[in-house]
């Protein structure tokens, strides 16, 4: 067959498709909407909707308030078993969300760019907490290097980033921990990594000694290095006289966190919460819905508005004094 021809049988298939197409859909738009009503409309208002207005009347919004758990490898896998990170998520268990915004590999750099898109339709009011955890692979002087200078100023733009996204949330800053080696490879030690450690923590000592500023009343810095490092083991000239092989039992490959390395930062974490901010305290928060007691009635219809004040009164009092 010629080829001109089968090109020309070709556009002409593709158009008369094209045709047909539109045709169907203004069809379907204007004759059948009785029918699409009859569908999905008429099933929804008949089942659905009476269900919701058996449910809904006068319920309070219990959406879950969140802490978001900022930074590097450090935090991301501490959404695994036995993790930090998970550990607190079940501490807040039906008081808070605890939710990981957290990425393998990522320098403060990178970390700043992807922030703003990864929280961003996020109900600023509904963020009570960060944490943020980042600088070990800037120290790293591989492809994720940060030089020191400009690190200690992407910190602070990560702190406005997070206070700028959710501006009455607290901030906790993590300095980068240490790792278990001298050299955990030829890019980065031990030294270099505390070095990054004493940058971060001068800097958030220096934005929370300003008068008048709202990070006085809105940061805190936890000193991961005295976490596993007690008694500041590693002073002296360069940590020369620490061994950073000593600390191999937190770390599953001298560099990431092991269970027992995970379950010590959990419980610092949670601790410098409670000092910061006690009416952030996990034991300070009431559950959003409460445990069943004598006030739930049987599972029968009628009894729908005793549970709900069995459920809900507490919340409505809670809301009434916000």
Known sequence: MDPKRVRTWLQISLALAGIATVVGYLFLMSGHQ??????????????????????QPNIPDLSYEQIVLVGDS????????????????????????????????YNTYWLNLALPSVLFGSR????????LLIGTNDANRGRT????????????E????????????????????????REYN??????????????????????TAREGGWEARQV??????????????????????????????????????????????????????EEAWPELAAE???????????AFPMAEKGNEATAMKAMFGNARKANHNK
């Open 74 to 105: 450090l935090t991301d896998w501490s959404n695994r078993d036995r993790g930090w990170g998970s550990m607190l998520a079940n501490t807040y268990n039906r008081k808070l969300d605890v939710l990981f915004r957290a990425f393998a590999a």
């Open 34 to 55: 009785s029918i699409r009503k009859r569908l999905v409309e008429v099933p929804q208002t008949a089942a659905a909707e009476a269900t919701l207005d058996r449910y």
């Open 186 to 207: 030829p890019t980065l030690s031990f030294a270099g990594v505390r070095e990054y450690k004493d940058a971060c923590a001068a800097a958030v000592r220096a934005w």
């Open 158 to 181: 990560s702190v406005d980033i997070l206070h700028a996204i959710a501006p009455s949330a607290r901030i906790l800053v993590l300095t980068p921990p240490p790792i278990a080696a």
């Open 284 to 294: 300070a928060l009431p559950y959003k819905i409460p445990y069943p007691n004598e």
């Open 220 to 273: 805190a810095l936890l000193e991961t290095w005295d976490v596993f490092i007690p008694e500041l083991a590693y002073e002296g000239v360069g940590g020369a006289a620490f061994d950073p092989a000593t600390l191999v039992h937190f770390f599953e490959d001298r560099l990431h966190f092991s269970r027992e390395g995970h379950e010590l930062l959990f419980w610092a974490v949670r601790k410098k919460i």
């Open 145 to 156: 290097y940060v030089p020191l200078h400009y690190y200690t100023s992407l910190l602070r």
């Open 124 to 131: 600023p009011e509904q963020i009570k907490l960060f944490t």
